[in-house]
C-alpha cells in the first residue's frame, strides 16, 4: 500500500501550523486571557500529539520503488 506524497505534505504543514501556534503561547495570552489561552494551549497541544502522530505512521507505509513509481509520482515533472 503506498500513500499519495500530497498527504504527507498537507500533514506536515498541518502539524507545523500547530506547532507554531504552540510556540505563541505567549501572544495567547495577550489576545484571550490567562485562563482561557490555558485551554487553548492545552487542545493546542492534543491537536499536535495526534496530527504528528498521523504524519509518522502515514511516513512508515513503505512506497513504490523503480521506473513505475517515478511514473506514477504526482509531483514531479510530466
Known amino acids: 500500500m503506498t500513500i499519495n506524497p500530497k498527504w504527507g505534505i498537507y500533514i506536515s504543514l ?16 495577550t489576545l ?15 491537536v499536535n500529539a495526534m496530527v504528528n502522530g498521523v504524519n509518522g505512521v502515514l511516513h512508515m507505509i513503505p512506497s513504490q520503488s523503480g521506473p513505475a513509481a517515478a ?7 510530466k
Open 14 to 29: 498541518a502539524a507545523a501550523l500547530v506547532s507554531v501556534l504552540l510556540l505563541c503561547g505567549t501572544e495567547l495570552t
Open 71 to 77: 511514473t506514477q509520482f504526482p509531483l514531479g515533472p
Open 32 to 46: 484571550f486571557g490567562a485562563a482561557n489561552e490555558t485551554k487553548i494551549l492545552a487542545v493546542l497541544g492534543i
